[in-house]
């Protein structure tokens, strides 16, 4: 599976994205969004676990960023408001088989897909 992340570019501060992750389904447990800005390591943002249909947020994004899913387009998204200058990162989207204590861990996802950029600009 070779999954896809778009949506990504340049907004201003206060403004809002979505990215897609594609494609999304049941093949894989759990699908999650990491982001990674120049110089600093990935960091989880959220996570849908097909185990009880959980989502999980960075405590950095809650409140501001949502996940939601389409299971007719099989694809997942990442709705970004309130955007801030340090959310500005190249986002991925990966997908695994975590365990529940590994949700926001890089290490519990195989695949994972280019990463799209966003830049939030003050």
């Known amino acids: 599976v070779q999954l896809q992340a778009s949506g990504g570019g340049l907004v201003q501060a206060g403004g809002s994205l979505r990215l897609t992750c594609a494609p999304f389904g049941r093949t894989f447990r759990g699908y999650a969004w990491f982001r990674q800005a120049p110089g600093k390591e990935r960091e989880f943002v959220g996570a849908f676990d097909f185990v009880g249909s959980r989502i999980y947020y960075a405590d950095s994004v809650k409140g501001r960023f949502t996940i939601s899913r389409d299971n007719v387009k099989n694809a997942l998204y990442l709705q970004m408001n309130s955007l801030k200058p340090e959310d500005t990162a190249v986002y991925y989207c990966?997908?695994?088989?975590?365990?529940?204590?590994?949700?926001?861990?890089?290490?519990?996802?195989?695949?994972w897909g280019q990463g799209t950029q966003v830049t939030v600009s003050s």
């Open positions: 990966a997908a695994g088989n975590p365990i529940t204590s590994s949700i926001s861990t890089s290490e519990g996802y195989r695949t």
